[in-house]
């Protein structure tokens, strides 16, 4: 290594910003005065280190990546702004340097300048220019000078997709902007505008512009007003394409408008089922007494009579069904979900269906472990359960047999109703559980009102569980709800 004296450097002790020499092995040759004060570390200290040291972390891969390389190549480098390590922490420095050849080798001298609170402020502009030009939309500053003139004096690059301007031109003239608002919207956003300045509360304005791609878009403006001293106005803001929330807000307002239409007609349909009842039960009584009175009717007249009573019964059944979705459907089902012991809710509904299955000839069994509990309320699992083991019976074959199997798993339980019954044909599973849609059932002997697998569903869902059905044409189908386990009872 030369002694700095060898290296027959200039007098660097009198420079006000710090100063080395490096060989091209980048080891340091001679620092002056100014660098030692600006890093706190002593000459003796830094000559003969590699210069690398000198740098934070970040810095090094800067200097030897790109300063030196440059460097090398170029002979000098300009204005590279690097992180040297101080005793009393890291110093921001504005690096040049200047590489010249000494015989066979070279020497390479750094002029090291402190960052003055004037650039620190300059990189933080640019920061924030580069933040608000990654805002989504137009990031602005608005001008109305006292003779009325608008100019943006500040304006992000956004301004050239949406309105196809560019900033320069807007910098004075900013009416330009506002010539691009749908003619029959102008004068209310500029509207706005003054009332923002007189009021001095912020200006907020939706209007459509047309779009440089041709097409109509709409645009909301949101700035605060700050008086001016020498009374003009300017606005800080910005300005958002608004056509997709627009669209969304239209969407939600007619869900809103086609939700409380359709809670009136389950409210309509709720009291129209209900003042039904009353009359209705009054027909099914009376033909009921006249059927029970033996000598009250002449055979003709009982069996118009019985018909009577049947179609009542039928209607009754229809109007029940009719008010349970409704209800559902207007969400005034309250459910209370409890552990729910499963095979009590089984037995209870095979005890239940027992009368009807003895009536068709068809066998019920259970096939249910003890003790294996769900989350659900247990009065509403019985209606849900009971009716998929009324539909195996009333479809399964006459003779054949239905099994009600409980199948634990980890989070969930199975309730499955199998049936041994003609099954439903793949093209009819998609409209099961489409409101009166029998399936055809409508023209067999089997009454029923097309509802109950909806109420089932529904009424399953209310409890946070699903259905599910699969069916072999020939061999039968299978009705099973899904539940959340609750766990085993202490
Ligand atoms: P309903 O029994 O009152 O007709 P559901 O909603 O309970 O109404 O059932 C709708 C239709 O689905 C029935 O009419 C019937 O055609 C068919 N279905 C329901 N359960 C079964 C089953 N286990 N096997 C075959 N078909 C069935």
Not at 137 to 164: H, N, W
Not at 230 to 236: I, P, V
Not at 409 to 435: M, T
């Amino acid at each position: 290594m030369p002694a700095p004296d060898a290296v027959a450097l200039g007098d660097t002790s009198r420079l006000p910003c710090g100063w080395f020499a490096i060989d091209d092995a980048g080891t340091i040759l001679a620092v002056n005065p100014a660098l030692v004060r600006l890093l706190g570390i002593a000459a003796g200290d830094l000559v003969g280190r590699s210069a690398e040291s000198l740098f934070t972390l970040e810095s090094r891969v800067l200097y030897t990546a790109h300063a030196l390389p440059l460097l090398k190549l170029r002979g000098e480098l300009a204005e590279v702004t690097l992180s040297l390590h101080g005793t009393a922490g890291p110093v921001d420095a504005l690096v040049y340097a200047r590489r010249e050849p000494r015989g066979d080798a070279a020497v390479s001298e750094f002029v090291v300048a402190r960052l003055h609170e004037r650039k620190r402020l300059e990189d933080q502009l640019l920061t924030a220019r580069r933040a608000a030009e990654q805002v989504p939309g137009i990031v602005f500053q608005c001008q109305r000078k006292p003779d009325g003139s608008l100019g943006f004096p500040y304006l992000t690059e956004a301004v050239r997709g949406m309105y196809g301007l560019a900033p320069v031109q807007l910098r004075a003239g900013g009416e330009r902007l506002f010539e691009r608002i749908v003619p029959g919207q102008r004068d209310a956003v500029l509207a706005a505008m003054a009332r923002s300045a007189e009021a001095l509360l912020p200006w907020r304005a939706e209007y459509q512009v047309e779009h440089p791609a041709g097409v109509l878009r709409w645009h909301e403006i949101n700035a605060a007003p700050r008086r001016q001293p020498d009374g003009g106005m300017l606005w800080h803001g910005f300005i958002a394409d608004a056509t997709e929330r627009r669209a969304l807000d239209a969407s939600l307002r007619a869900q809103q408008v086609a939700e409380s239409a359709s809670r009136a007609k389950s409210d309509f349909l709720a009291r129209v089922s209900h003042e039904l009842r009353t009359p209705l039960n009054g027909i099914l009584g009376f033909a009921q007494l006249l059927l029970i009175e033996d000598d009250a009717l002449r055979p003709a007249q009982r069996r118009k009579v019985g018909h009577i009573a049947q179609a009542g019964h039928h209607l009754l059944l229809l109007i029940n069904d009719m008010l349970d979705i409704t209800r559902i459907e207007a969400g005034k089902v309250e459910v209370s979900i409890a552990p729910v012991d499963v095979f009590d809710v089984v037995q209870e509904c095979v005890q239940l269906a027992t009368p009807l299955a003895g009536k068709a000839c068809v066998e019920l069994s259970i096939d249910a472990p003890c003790g294996c509990r769900v989350l659900a309320d247990g009065n509403r699992l019985r209606q849900a359960l009971l009716n998929l083991v009324s539909n195996g019976i009333k479809y399964g074959a006459s003779g054949g047999a239905v099994c009600v199997a409980v199948l634990a798993e980890p989070e969930r339980v199975r309730i499955e109703v199998r049936d041994k019954g003609p099954g439903i044909a793949p093209e009819q599973l998609g409209a099961l559980f489409e409101p009166f849609n029998r399936l055809g059932a409508e023209r067999g002997p089997v009454e029923g009102t097309g509802l109950g697998l909806v109420i089932t569903r529904g009424l399953v869902e209310l409890m946070g569980g699903a259905i599910e059905v699969s069916s072999v044409v020939g061999s039968g189908s299978t009705f099973a709800l899904l539940l959340p386990r609750a766990g085993e009872a202490q």
